[in-house]
């Protein structure tokens, strides 16, 4: 399409010319008085008219028989002769010029066979300084580069000049490279497939990027020419941190440090092998340690016993104890279970050994009478209003087992074995009477304790008192006379307290 365009400009330029030539060649030659006056005229017409409006070639054409001395100042096509050279003219216009294409060359003279000294991008605006014909005479940048522009691509604005960007905008693309990716490429002299191709350049080739359109680079060539190469063809080079020499020293390095990684692997490797085998013969010497140690303890039981009982010092032998003792009665006694509280003392002369002494309180309440319960002890029987207490002794000793092997919670635990004697004494009391029943016997058990910090530790335990008494069954006493008993009893009771060893 943009060749097409370029084509018709071409063809639009040569027919003007053409035309212009024949109008002047049909004109008689003026008098030297009126050609001055005509070519002022003209030159008036020309810079204050713009070419794209005046269309200066279809005149002559449409009307040849005009006589040309009737209408001298008429003739735009005698403009180009009659002008003043184009570095004479410096004629400011009201309105400056915006590029409408994707790039706009800049020609050193208004013929397009000049030479192209830059390019101007989309949007860019430029002073205009004259016009003739379909040229523009135009100035831009910094430094008001001169040159000409051709009305095609171009419209006028009254926006400030600005130039979008430049070919020689170094600050922008300053060490920027690009390199060929695909296999060949042309370089062209315009940022156009219609551009003429000035070299060709082929895959990894790296080249200095001037400038850059929408789809185009300007590169840099060795001839210091600029050329332009399509984007696709091409990517933006980044300079390798290592040079090739580096990379493959650096590649040896790497290898050798993966062999040294392949040694220390392997050496680990035999070190884990070697570390379990080590940790089963220490297991195995863990074991026979603990033989050993048993036996020089038995050796040394059988050449030196120590007493049974040590009285040389109470330090950490003699504890204290408080806590509470849920004592439950047996059906026969018509108590209801009871919690009791009390403290007691306690010896330790060896380590398997302890000795304690305890005293519990409490008032148990009366069973209610039915069919099942209906007997109390004797010294109880036949009383109104009853308010019963209770005071528990014991007396008795531990035997400490240890902790008990594969069951869970009391393997870390000291179980021991109880076993002691018993006291109750139940006590009624009632309006103007105060009696008295005694129960004692046995008292076996089981419990464990477990230090918590320092010398406090917690007891736990279930014990059993055994005791025979006389009862008297007292649900028939309206009907008949009260029926009295020896029973024996089995009363349970679970004890939990503390202990502090001084």
């Not at 005009?66 to 004629?91: C, W």
């Not at 400056?96 to 294409?101: D, P, Y």
């Not at 020293?249 to 085998?277: F, V």
Request: contains cysteine; negative net charge.
């Amino acid at each position: 399409m943009r060749l097409m365009r370029l084509f018709s400009v071409l063809s639009l330029a040569c027919m003007l010319s053409i035309a212009s030539q024949s109008a002047f060649a049909q004109q008689p030659p003026p008098a030297p008085q009126q050609a001055d006056t005509t070519a002022v005229a003209d030159t008036s017409q020309a810079v204050a008219v713009p070419a794209p409006e005046q269309e200066p070639a279809q005149e002559p054409s449409q009307e040849p028989s005009q006589e040309p001395s009737q209408e001298p100042a008429q003739e735009p096509s005698s403009s180009q002769f009659l002008l003043p050279p184009s570095d004479d003219l410096d004629t400011k216009h009201g309105y400056n010029l915006k590029v409408t294409v994707r790039m706009a060359p800049v020609y050193d003279d208004s013929t397009l066979i000049s030479n192209i000294s830059d390019y101007l991008p989309r949007g860019s605006v430029v002073g205009v300084l004259t016009v003739m014909d379909n040229w523009y005479r135009i100035e831009y940048g910094d430094d008001r580069t001169k040159g000409w522009l051709i009305s095609y691509g171009v419209e006028r604005t009254h926006e400030m000049e600005h130039i979008v960007t430049s070919r020689d905008d170094q600050n922008r693309w300053e060490g920027i490279q690009v390199v060929i990716v695909a296999g060949e490429t042309p370089v062209r002299s315009f940022p156009s497939s219609a551009g003429e191709v000035l070299v060709k350049a082929y895959r990894n080739e790296i080249f200095n990027v001037a400038g850059a359109s929408e789809d185009y680079y300007m590169v840099s060539l060795s001839n210091a020419v600029n050329g332009w190469i399509w984007r696709g063809d091409v990517d933006i080079y980044e300079e390798p941190k290592y040079t090739r020499e580096q990379i493959q020293q650096m590649y040896g390095t790497a290898r050798e440090h993966r062999q040294r990684i392949d040694n220390l692997l392997a050496l680990i490797y035999d070190l884990e092998q070697r570390s379990t085998e080590a940790g089963r013969n220490v297991e195995l010497l863990t074991v026979l340690d603990e033989r050993m140690k048993e036996e020089q303890a038995r050796l040394a039981g059988q050449g030196e016993r120590k007493p049974f009982f040590q009285f040389d010092s109470l330090k950490h032998r003699i504890s204290l104890q408080a806590g509470i003792l849920r004592q439950g009665f047996a059906a026969d006694l018509g108590l209801a279970a009871t919690m009791l509280t009390g403290f007691g003392l306690r010896y330790r002369p060896s380590d398997k050994l302890m000795f304690e002494f305890g005293r519990f309180g409490g008032d148990p309440a009366l069973l209610v009478q039915d069919e099942e319960s209906g007997t109390l002890p004797t010294g109880l029987s036949g009383l109104d209003s009853l308010i019963v207490s209770a005071k528990f002794w014991n007396f008795g000793a531990r035997w400490v087992i240890g902790g008990l092997r594969g069951v869970p919670l009391l393997g870390g635990m000291d179980n021991y074995l109880y076993g002691g004697l018993g006291f109750l004494t139940l006590t009624p009391r009632t309006a103007g009477f105060v009696g008295s029943q005694n129960l004692w016997g046995p008292v076996l058990g089981w419990g464990f304790t477990k230090g918590l910090f320092g010398s406090l530790s917690i007891d736990m335990g279930l014990r059993v008192f055994l005791s025979q008494t006389e009862v008297t069954d007292v649900r028939f006493s309206g009907q008949q006379l009260l029926q009295t008993r020896s029973v024996f009893l089995s009363n349970i009771g679970l004890n939990v307290g503390a202990s502090w060893r001084f």
